[in-house]
Every structure is written in structure tokens, then in C-alpha cells.
């Protein structure tokens, strides 16, 4: 859609609500480190699975958020990108004809990471308006086959924050069945309401969950793809091993710009999720007077808005119309589900944007007829 849109209208006219990278630079601190780490001669391979510096502040900064010590040497993997990070986790636990289990709807690369590991997606549907677990749904789709459960939170696409009640859930069906818990946790410092909770934190679940998250959200660095997994040393092993023969490691320089950028103050988190309340407010307010049924993400970046007020019964054909008639760019909410008729009735806007952007976008909107 973003393509299309930039053809029709050209990147004067174009707004990109559809991709969630930000429309403004990182905090020049960042850029300063980078800049000196080019110069300081980081500019060969690092460690493959991770510049000692980086895998250091990332094993320092999780030690004190879960109140346990995390090893950087045997449990900390560097990777490019949270992307990476799935696909390495996936391809050194899962076998071929093993089970996942994906909440539906999912950012669209976990059901092809199963495949591509030989897996068979097991999906389980969250349930809008408040994109709520069926408890009853959950457990049916545990079984002996059962490898491994992907969790996303905070949620892209529809901004859940996961309850402790239903992270203790999947982390006790995790321990019935022997299965491993892989968690995207890269939106861990967008939680506008409620509490962003690791299950690897939960009783059990540390010798049995990788966790995934990465520089891009929370840095504004979505172009530098430096992301990390930390798992316990026997699951790690293998995720290294994977992620040599795809990738190699991420940028050197950038590592270590990240490595600087972990050591940020408080200040900066505070900064960083005021500036984003702010415009999570701007476009619900908005979307809400322009006739989307929105409710207010917990987590985050997104909005999934409801498009029936309009008339529309395809999320795909409405958001061709919010291009073409107001140069908008979303995503249609069927690309997140493997049931695309599940997502029919939505689309997503992303927020990672000035505030003028997002003005500028929602002013064109208000032009769009309801039926």
C-alpha cells in the first residue's frame, strides 16, 4: 500500500500510516555513538553472535529488569533485527511436523518462520474489540505435538498488552506440554496502560523461553537492524549456531552505538513513552471524529479501526479507496490473519510519526464519506 500510494500521489502528498518505522531521527546521542564508532575502527566483523559490548548492556540491563542475572556469554545472541531473531529461534528448536501455536491476528512473518522450519502453524484468534484469549480456544490447541508458543507483547497489530493472568496461562500450558515459549518483546517500552510482564520471568518459565527484542522501536533505528535473543545457555547454543549461517551478525558500529544507547537515563524511557501518549491520543481522537471505530491501544504503536461506519466490507478494496481519495496508506487488517476473512473489517494505522504527520493524514481523512 505504501508503494502504491507514493506512485498515485508521489512523497509531497503521500502519508504513510501503514509502516511503523518513524518519520523523525533517533535522539542525537545515538547518532553521536554511531559516528564515533565508525571512527573508532569498528568496522570489521564483530563476534558473531554479538559485540562483547553490546551483548555486556544487554545482559546488564535485563539482569536489573527481571531481578535475575543474565550471562552475555551464554546467553545473549546479537541479531539482525528482531526478524532475525525469530527465524534463528525457530529453526534451531522447532522440527519438522512439530507445532506452534501463533496468536491470529500476527505480524506476518511467524506463520511463514514455522513453514520455513518444517512446522505446522496452530493458529488461536484474539477477539476484538479488546482482543481477548479464549481460555477454553488456547488449551484445544495444546497437544503432544506442541513445540513451542509464539507471544507478541506489547502486539503489532492491535496493541495488546498481555495480562499476567494469561501469561501465566500459556506459561502453565507450557510447562503441561513441554513446550518452549518464544516472545517479541521489541514494543517492551510502549505501554501506555497495564505493565509489560517477560513470562520468562514466571515461575518455570526462564529454562524455557526465548525472548526476542531489539534496537529499532525503542531507538527510532529501524534501518539498523540490531536485535537480540536471550535464552538459557542449551537453547542458546543452537540459536547461535542458526545464526551464523544466516546472517553472520549485525552491523559492528551499530552494535556499539547500541551498546551507548542502553546506558541512557531514565529520563530518556520517560521521554520516549510521553512523545508517544501523545500521539497515540492525537490519531484515536482523530480517527474517532473521522468515523473509524477505535479504541485506545495499550501498547505499542498501532491502531486496528474498525471501517464498517463506511460501509466497507473489504479491508483490502477500503484501503485502496483511502489512497486514492485521500492519499493514505494502511495496512488491511486480512494480511495479519491466516483466516484473512477474520480481519475483513479493520485496517491498521501505524503512529510512529510527527505530529504534523499525523495532522496532516487525519485532515485528509476527514474527507472520506460514511455511508
Same mark, same amino acid.
Given at each position: 500500500?505504501?508503494?502504491?500510494?507514493?506512485?498515485?500521489?508521489?512523497?509531497? +502528498?503521500? *502519508?504513510?500510516?501503514?509502516?511503523?518505522?518513524?518519520?523523525?531521527?533517533?535522539?542525537? %546521542?545515538?547518532?553521536?555513538?554511531?559516528?564515533?564508532?565508525?571512527?573508532?575502527?569498528?568496522?570489521?566483523?564483530?563476534?558473531?553472535?554479538? =559485540?562483547?559490548?553490546?551483548?555486556?548492556?544487554?545482559? %546488564?540491563?535485563?539482569?536489573?529488569?527481571?531481578?535475575?542475572?543474565?550471562?552475555?556469554?551464554?546467553?545473549?545472541?546479537?541479531?539482525?533485527?528482531?526478524?532475525? =531473531?525469530?527465524?534463528?529461534?525457530?529453526?534451531?528448536?522447532?522440527?519438522?511436523?512439530?507445532?506452534?501455536?501463533?496468536?491470529? /491476528?500476527?505480524?506476518?512473518?511467524?506463520?511463514?518462520?514455522? !513453514?520455513?522450519?518444517?512446522?505446522?502453524?496452530?493458529?488461536?484468534?484474539?477477539?476484538?474489540?479488546?482482543?481477548? !484469549?479464549?481460555?477454553?480456544?488456547?488449551?484445544? =490447541?495444546?497437544?503432544?505435538?506442541?513445540?513451542?508458543?509464539?507471544?507478541?507483547?506489547?502486539?503489532? /497489530?492491535?496493541? +495488546?498488552?498481555?495480562?499476567?493472568?494469561?501469561?501465566?496461562?500459556?506459561?502453565?500450558?507450557?510447562?503441561?506440554?513441554?513446550?518452549?515459549?518464544?516472545?517479541?518483546?521489541?514494543?517492551?517500552?510502549? *505501554?501506555?496502560?497495564? %505493565?509489560?510482564?517477560?513470562?520468562?520471568?514466571?515461575?518455570?518459565?526462564?529454562?524455557?523461553?526465548?525472548?526476542?527484542?531489539?534496537?529499532?522501536?525503542?531507538?527510532?533505528?529501524?534501518?539498523?537492524?540490531?536485535?537480540?535473543?536471550?535464552?538459557?545457555?542449551?537453547?542458546?547454543?543452537?540459536?547461535? +549456531? *542458526?545464526? #551464523?549461517?544466516?546472517?553472520?551478525?549485525?552491523?559492528?558500529?551499530?552494535?556499539?552505538?547500541?551498546?551507548?544507547?542502553?546506558?541512557?537515563?531514565?529520563?530518556?524511557?520517560?521521554?520516549?513513552?510521553? #512523545?508517544?501518549?501523545?500521539?497515540? #491520543?492525537?490519531?484515536?481522537?482523530?480517527?474517532?471524529?473521522?468515523?473509524?471505530?477505535?479504541?485506545?491501544?495499550?501498547?505499542?504503536?498501532? *491502531?486496528?479501526? $474498525?471501517?464498517?461506519?463506511? $460501509?466497507? %466490507?473489504?479491508?483490502?478494496?477500503?484501503?485502496?479507496?483511502?489512497?486514492?481519495?485521500?492519499?493514505?496508506?494502511?495496512?488491511?487488517?486480512?494480511?495479519?490473519?491466516? #483466516?484473512?476473512?477474520? $480481519?475483513?473489517?479493520?485496517?491498521?494505522?501505524?503512529?510512529?510519526? +510527527?505530529?504534523?504527520?499525523?495532522?496532516?493524514?487525519?485532515?485528509?481523512?476527514?474527507?472520506?464519506?460514511?455511508?
Amino acid at each position: 500500500m505504501t508503494r502504491l500510494n507514493l506512485a498515485l500521489h508521489g512523497p509531497e +502528498k503521500a *502519508v504513510n500510516f501503514a509502516q511503523g518505522f518513524p518519520d523523525f531521527n533517533p535522539d542525537p %546521542r545515538i547518532l553521536d555513538a554511531a559516528a564515533r564508532a565508525l571512527r573508532d575502527g569498528y568496522n570489521q566483523y564483530a563476534t558473531t553472535w554479538g =559485540a562483547p559490548q553490546l551483548r555486556t548492556a544487554i545482559a %546488564r540491563k535485563q539482569s536489573a529488569a527481571w531481578g535475575r542475572q543474565v550471562d552475555p556469554e551464554t546467553e545473549v545472541t546479537v541479531s539482525c533485527g528482531a526478524t532475525e =531473531a525469530m527465524i534463528a529461534a525457530m529453526l534451531a528448536v522447532v522440527d519438522p511436523e512439530d507445532e506452534v501455536i501463533v496468536f491470529e /491476528p500476527f505480524y506476518e512473518n511467524y506463520g511463514p518462520d514455522c !513453514i520455513l522450519s518444517g512446522a505446522v502453524p496452530r493458529y488461536v484468534a484474539l477477539r476484538p474489540p479488546d482482543w481477548s !484469549i479464549d481460555f477454553d480456544e488456547l488449551r484445544e =490447541a495444546f497437544n503432544d505435538k506442541t513445540r513451542a508458543i509464539v507471544v507478541n507483547t506489547p502486539h503489532n /497489530p492491535t496493541g +495488546k498488552v498481555y495480562s499476567k493472568t494469561e501469561l501465566e496461562l500459556i506459561a502453565q500450558l507450557c510447562l503441561e506440554h513441554d513446550a518452549i515459549a518464544i516472545t517479541d518483546e521489541i514494543y517492551e517500552h510502549l *505501554v501506555y496502560r497495564g %505493565r509489560h510482564i517477560s513470562i520468562a520471568t514466571l515461575p518455570g518459565m526462564a529454562e524455557r523461553t526465548i525472548t526476542i527484542s531489539g534496537a529499532s522501536k525503542t531507538f527510532s533505528v529501524t534501518g539498523w537492524r540490531v536485535g537480540w535473543l536471550i535464552a538459557p545457555p542449551t537453547l542458546t547454543a543452537g540459536i547461535r +549456531k *542458526v545464526h #551464523d549461517f544466516l546472517t553472520v551478525g549485525a552491523a559492528h558500529p551499530l552494535q556499539i552505538a547500541i551498546a551507548e544507547a542502553l546506558e541512557l537515563p531514565p529520563s530518556f524511557y520517560a521521554e520516549l513513552l510521553g #512523545d508517544y501518549h501523545e500521539r497515540r #491520543d492525537a490519531m484515536i481522537a482523530g480517527l474517532a471524529e473521522c468515523g473509524f471505530e477505535v479504541a485506545a491501544p495499550d501498547g505499542a504503536y498501532y *491502531v486496528m479501526a $474498525g471501517i464498517q461506519s463506511f $460501509g466497507a %466490507r473489504d479491508d483490502v478494496a477500503f484501503a485502496r479507496r483511502l489512497i486514492e481519495e485521500a492519499a493514505v496508506a494502511t495496512v488491511p487488517a486480512s494480511s495479519f490473519y491466516h #483466516d484473512p476473512a477474520l $480481519g475483513r473489517g479493520h485496517v491498521r494505522f501505524s503512529f510512529p510519526k +510527527k505530529l504534523p504527520t499525523i495532522e496532516r493524514g487525519l485532515t485528509a481523512l476527514r474527507a472520506i464519506r460514511r455511508s
